[in-house]
């Protein structure tokens, strides 16, 4: 996996040639409604499963798979996954293939990523037939690993409804040495709207697993549960929803599904929608109604991802989940189940995004990145008068009141006027005005010192405002806004002040001060020697060449690069945190702003 774009735990990756979050339509190769070749060719589907086991049971079908390959059977040059057919034989019961046979059949087909025959747990099982059904896999997983040859293989986590078994199985299975992970045993969950156990079955493995390894969400159908899914860091989803659907004449869209008898006006827009007319399709004979039931199915299937990867883009997959889940009740339901993980959450959080904070309802106020903002402001002194303000909270003052604001956030000192979300924030109510009269007032000068110090204090910890800022300070304001934006100490350029997000972008004076003054392993990422020496002259650093970082590092936070001896060697951005830097192997992990030796005075 490569790390592309992020939002918190969601997540933009490449991973073989897919863009992740990724939908592999379920292909029945008994029963093909929509050729392979025509889903890459119309739908731009970049991967697809099938089950090994159904191949692996019809003569015929098994010795084509083995002459021609899996890809050329069935004429799909992207990525393949296959399933082993534990579910098959979970629901009906038969046992005729060895968990090797089958792991050496996908091998022979030349399937891409196979899975290995995990065993099933059901939400009504006791707790010890879960343990079992968890040892097995493992035990199964362990010897399938050793025969998977060039074949990528899935470990499949089961557990149940059990958060420990779930957090066992994960702790088992990280050690075999997978190339990705599938969350099983969600099914039955799913098809009873229990979404918030099956949040909890993600959030259990999520906490364990190798964040750099794919995850994958087996039998995840309806669109629906997708966004709350994406949000959590699931990369993967497999569906035969398009086609289930299809035959009982249902249709699939984002809020939910419709009977094609109950539909007058098609919600949302379908390329079929454009060749047929709703009256023409109800009037088709059944297979042909059910091949083009199949595409719309797909359609949205694939809409949705498309909107949930534009989000993460936009950095508003939280606001997106959050008003997605409002569409069931059990989704919402499963939403705030998530929030009572913000703590977790925040860790994976970008230190701002491209959008502002926007408020769907009362849920939105548990959000990480809300956490975040009221932890950090209680290592921020408070100050007895509390007012309210409309904001911009202190643009053309030219003397300014030593106040606190009270927020939707809570109260937040004056001079946090303009970081994120504080600013960029959006709530259905009016801001009111209300500064008494006697206010100790400070001069814009006094007010402007106060407030890059509170800023990096905020930012970078309690003490940095003064390590960055001591000497002789000048700021720099922009002409146009009239805001700050650079900040000259002693002579040096020691920061800039982004207009974004109210955040500095520090410079190497900046990061040498920094670097004095917070003890090692503060704010740094530690790079081997090949590494330091090209970020030295302001190379990005890729993950594979962390060898440790300091375990308060958000996505998006500056951070000193240094080598072994804690020499500093570069200043720049994060884009991961600590485990992810330490597991990927693949990508950039810090972009590099500046270099010992490319600073610029
Ligand atoms: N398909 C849906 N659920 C599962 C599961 O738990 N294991 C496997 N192997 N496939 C599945």
Same mark, same amino acid.
Not at 204 to 224: C, E, Q, R, T, Y
Not at 435 to 460: H, L, N, S, W
Not at 515 to 520: G, I, L, Y
């Given at each position: 996996?490569?790390?592309?774009?992020?939002?918190?735990?969601?997540?933009?990756?490449?991973? #073989?040639?897919?863009?992740?979050?990724?939908?592999m339509p379920v292909v029945n190769p008994?029963?093909?409604?929509?050729?392979p070749?025509?889903? =890459?060719?119309?739908?731009?589907?970049?991967?697809l499963i099938t089950n090994s086991?159904i191949i692996?049971?019809?003569?015929?079908?098994?010795?084509?798979a083995?002459?021609?390959?899996l890809?050329?059977m069935l004429?799909f040059?992207?990525?393949i996954m296959t399933d082993?057919?534990?579910? =098959?034989?979970?629901?009906?019961?038969?046992?005729?293939?060895?968990?090797?046979?089958?792991?050496?059949?996908?091998?022979?087909?030349?399937t891409?990523?196979?899975?290995?025959? %995990?065993?099933?747990?059901? +939400?009504?099982?006791?707790?010890?037939?879960?343990?079992?059904?968890?040892?097995?896999?493992?035990?199964?997983? &362990?010897?399938?690993?050793?025969?998977?040859?060039?074949?990528?293989?899935?470990?499949?986590?089961?557990?149940?409804?059990? !958060?420990?078994?779930?957090?066992?199985?994960?702790?088992?299975?990280?050690?075999? /040495?997978?190339?990705?992970?599938?969350?099983?045993?969600?099914?039955?969950?799913?098809?009873?709207?229990?979404?918030?156990?099956?949040?909890?079955?993600?959030?259990?493995?999520?906490?364990?697993?190798?964040?750099?390894?794919?995850?994958?969400?087996?039998?995840?159908?309806?669109?629906?549960?997708?966004?709350? *899914?994406?949000?959590?860091?699931?990369?993967?989803?497999d569906?035969?929803?398009?086609?289930?659907?299809?035959?009982?004449?249902?249709?699939? $869209? @984002? !809020?939910?599904?419709?009977?094609?008898?109950?539909?007058?006006?098609?919600?949302?827009?379908? +390329?079929?929608?454009?060749?047929?007319?709703?009256?023409?399709?109800?009037?088709?004979?059944?297979?042909?109604?059910?091949?083009?039931?199949?595409?719309?199915?797909?359609?949205?299937?694939?809409?949705?991802? &498309?909107?949930?990867?534009?989000?993460?883009?936009?950095?508003?997959?939280?606001?997106?989940?959050?008003?997605?889940?409002?569409?069931?009740?059990?989704?919402?339901?499963?939403?705030?189940?998530?929030?009572?993980?913000?703590?977790?959450?925040?860790?994976?959080?970008?230190?701002?995004? #491209?959008? *502002?904070? $926007?408020?769907?309802?009362?849920?939105?106020?548990?959000?990480?990145?809300?956490?975040?903002? &009221?932890?950090?402001?209680?290592?921020? +002194?408070?100050?007895?008068?509390?007012?309210?303000?409309?904001?911009?909270?202190? *643009?053309?003052?030219?003397?300014?009141?030593?106040?606190?604001? #009270?927020?939707? $956030? /809570?109260?937040?000192?004056?001079?946090?006027?303009?970081?994120? @979300?504080?600013? =960029?924030?959006? $709530? +259905?109510?009016?801001?009111?005005?209300?500064?008494?009269?006697?206010?100790?007032?400070?001069?814009?000068?006094?007010?402007?010192?106060?407030?890059?110090?509170?800023?990096?204090?905020?930012?970078?910890?309690?003490?940095?405002? *003064?390590?960055?800022?001591? /000497?002789?300070? &000048?700021?720099?304001?922009?002409?146009?806004? /009239?805001?700050?934006?650079?900040?000259?100490?002693?002579?040096?350029?020691?920061?800039?002040?982004?207009?974004?997000?109210?955040?500095?972008?520090?410079?190497?004076?900046?990061?040498?001060?920094?670097?004095?003054?917070?003890?090692? #392993?503060?704010?740094?990422?530690?790079?081997?020697?090949?590494?330091?020496?090209?970020?030295?002259?302001?190379?990005?650093?890729?993950?594979?060449?962390?060898?440790?970082?300091?375990? %308060?590092?958000?996505?998006?936070?500056?951070?000193?690069?240094? %080598?072994?001896?804690?020499?500093?060697?570069?200043?720049?951005?994060?884009?991961?945190?600590?485990?992810?830097?330490?597991?990927?192997?693949?990508?950039?992990?810090?972009?590099?702003?500046?270099?010992?030796?490319?600073?610029?005075?």
């Amino acid at each position: 996996m490569e790390l592309k774009t992020r939002d918190g735990l969601a997540r933009i990756c490449k991973f #073989k040639n897919v863009e992740t979050p990724a939908l592999m339509p379920v292909v029945n190769p008994n029963l093909i409604i929509i050729p392979p070749e025509e889903m =890459q060719s119309k739908f731009n589907v970049e991967a697809l499963i099938t089950n090994s086991y159904i191949i692996w049971k019809n003569r015929k079908l098994r010795e084509r798979a083995l002459k021609e390959g899996l890809h050329r059977m069935l004429n799909f040059s992207g990525l393949i996954m296959t399933d082993s057919g534990t579910f =098959q034989q979970h629901v009906y019961g038969d046992v005729e293939v060895n968990y090797l046979d089958i792991v050496n059949f996908q091998r022979e087909i030349g399937t891409d990523i196979g899975t290995i025959l %995990d065993v099933f747990t059901e +939400p009504y099982h006791e707790r010890e037939e879960v343990k079992r059904a968890i040892e097995i896999t493992a035990e199964r997983g &362990k010897e399938s690993v050793k025969i998977k040859g060039d074949m990528l293989l899935a470990g499949v986590l089961q557990g149940s409804i059990y !958060d420990d078994l779930r957090r066992y199985s994960a702790r088992l299975m990280e050690r075999i /040495g997978f190339d990705y992970f599938a969350v099983g045993g969600v099914v039955p969950l799913m098809e009873n709207y229990r979404y918030g156990d099956v949040v909890r079955a993600i959030i259990n493995a999520k906490k364990i697993i190798d964040p750099s390894k794919p995850v994958h969400l087996f039998g995840a159908g309806h669109p629906m549960f997708f966004p709350l *899914a994406v949000l959590l860091g699931i990369d993967f989803f497999d569906s035969a929803a398009y086609v289930k659907y299809a035959r009982d004449d249902r249709l699939l $869209f @984002p !809020d939910g599904t419709r009977h094609l008898k109950d539909i007058k006006y098609p919600p949302f827009f379908s +390329p079929v929608f454009d060749r047929h007319d709703i009256d023409e399709i109800k009037k088709m004979n059944k297979r042909e109604r059910e091949r083009v039931l199949a595409e719309h199915n797909l359609y949205m299937s694939l809409e949705e991802i &498309k909107r949930i990867k534009e989000a993460i883009h936009e950095g508003r997959i939280w606001e997106y989940a959050e008003i997605r889940a409002r569409e069931h009740p059990r989704l919402l339901e499963a939403y705030r189940e998530i929030l009572k993980h913000r703590r977790w959450l925040e860790k994976y959080e970008n230190i701002s995004k #491209k959008s *502002a904070f $926007f408020y769907t309802g009362a849920e939105s106020m548990k959000r990480s990145i809300v956490y975040r903002l &009221k932890k950090r402001l209680k290592n921020i +002194p408070d100050r007895p008068v509390v007012v309210e303000m409309k904001r911009p909270w202190t *643009a053309n003052l030219e003397s300014i009141p030593a106040v606190t604001v #009270k927020t939707p $956030f /809570g109260n937040v000192p004056i001079e946090l006027e303009d970081i994120y @979300p504080v600013a =960029q924030s959006e $709530f +259905p109510w009016e801001e009111t005005e209300n500064v008494p009269d006697g206010v100790k007032k400070i001069t814009r000068e006094e007010f402007d010192i106060r407030k890059i110090k509170m800023i990096a204090d905020y930012q970078f910890g309690p003490g940095a405002g *003064a390590a960055l800022f001591s /000497g002789a300070v &000048k700021i720099v304001k922009s002409k146009n806004t /009239g805001k700050i934006r650079n900040v000259i100490v002693d002579g040096e350029h020691v920061a800039s002040l982004r207009a974004e997000d109210g955040f500095f972008s520090l410079r190497i004076a900046g990061a040498r001060r920094l670097h004095s003054h917070f003890e090692f #392993k503060k704010m740094r990422v530690v790079v081997s020697d090949d590494s330091a020496e090209f970020n030295r002259v302001g190379k990005n650093v890729f993950a594979k060449f962390v060898l440790d970082a300091d375990p %308060d590092l958000r996505p998006g936070d500056e951070v000193l690069i240094v %080598d072994k001896q804690d020499n500093l060697v570069a200043v720049g951005k994060t884009l991961m945190q600590r485990e992810e830097m330490l597991h990927f192997s693949k990508g950039m992990c810090v972009k590099v702003r500046e270099g010992i030796e490319s600073s610029k005075p």
